[in-house]
């Protein structure tokens, strides 16, 4: 099994160093990833996430709100979407069989539209709640315009599955092998997800948005920028859960190191050193392959 990091359009969000913790001023707008994996499985190709897409590049004031636009600015690239990085990968569209999703914000559903025949995997509980449209937030980060393919959509319960690593109701999904699984992190929003990939060696597990800066994750002084602090404050949809679910991440950090990789959808370091390049250079066969 092959996996390759993709950055699919980077944020630049308001208060820099306050946010991502490395940029030199807090006057300067910050730099954020959007983590997403390209997975080569027996069952085809993959998406863990697709970060924002083609049609957000080409209409981000039709697609997306004014609110986020201005917050995070992102880095409008087209050869940095999802479809753009395959195509330098070699690949087709068409080519991305199931697309697996952490969540339904915004920036990590974006590109849906960009792969119409793929089946696109998640939790029930978040399709359901961003339906709703029940919030003013609610309708900045869940974007409609960007659901062109949902008679793709396969959703699935999160009370049910096996255990794994110490998390329960971790299940399978259909048309994939084991060696993708969907593990329910709830907080961030009410369906959140991480997605689990065996690589043969050791699992990869992208946290989605259950947390934002690699600190976090610290054994001893775990601890966020102010600016992302704020940022989950504001998005969080059940903060208790959040913080229950960052605490087990932390544990399975602790106690599994050998055997599973934790990382976030945003922090910029852990892109960049997964992925062995800069998170503003696409994919491309010389790549870095997990």
């Not at 995070?72 to 690239?77: A, G, V, Y």
Request: charged share 25%.
């Amino acid at each position: 099994m092959r996996i390759h990091h993709l950055n699919c359009i980077s944020t630049c969000p308001l208060g820099g160093k306050l946010m991502d913790g490395r940029t030199p001023s807090i006057v300067q707008r910050g730099h954020l990833a959007c983590h997403c994996l390209l997975v080569e499985s027996r069952s085809g190709l993959v998406l863990i996430d697709t970060g924002l897409g083609m049609r957000d590049v080409a209409d981000p004031r039709g697609r997306l709100s004014g609110f986020f636009l201005a917050m995070l600015r992102p880095e409008w690239r087209e050869e940095m979407t999802a479809v753009g990085q395959l195509r330098h990968l070699g690949f087709r569209p068409e080519d991305v069989r199931h697309i697996v999703l952490t969540h339904l914000d915004f920036d990590h559903a974006g590109g849906l539209d960009d792969f119409p025949h793929a089946v696109v995997h998640m939790l029930a509980a978040e399709s359901d709640y961003a339906l709703l449209q029940k919030t003013w937030l609610d309708r900045q980060r869940f974007r409609p315009q960007q659901w062109s393919t949902r008679d793709k959509w396969k959703m699935y319960s999160m009370h049910k599955g096996d255990a794994w690593f110490g998390f329960d109701s971790v299940r399978s999904l259909e048309g994939l092998d084991d060696d993708i699984a969907m593990i329910p992190l709830i907080g961030h929003t009410y369906g959140h997800a991480g997605v689990a990939v065996n690589r043969g060696d050791k699992w990869l597990l992208q946290a989605g948005d259950a947390y934002f800066y690699r600190h976090e994750l610290d054994a001893t002084s775990p601890h966020c920028t102010p600016g992302l602090r704020f940022y989950q404050w504001m998005m969080d949809k059940d903060r208790p859960q959040r913080r229950h679910n960052q605490e087990r991440l932390r544990e399975l950090k602790q106690a599994h190191a050998a055997s599973v990789e934790v990382f976030c959808g945003h922090d910029i370091v852990e892109f960049e050193w997964l992925a062995g390049r800069s998170a503003r250079i696409p994919a491309e066969h010389l790549s870095r392959v997990a």
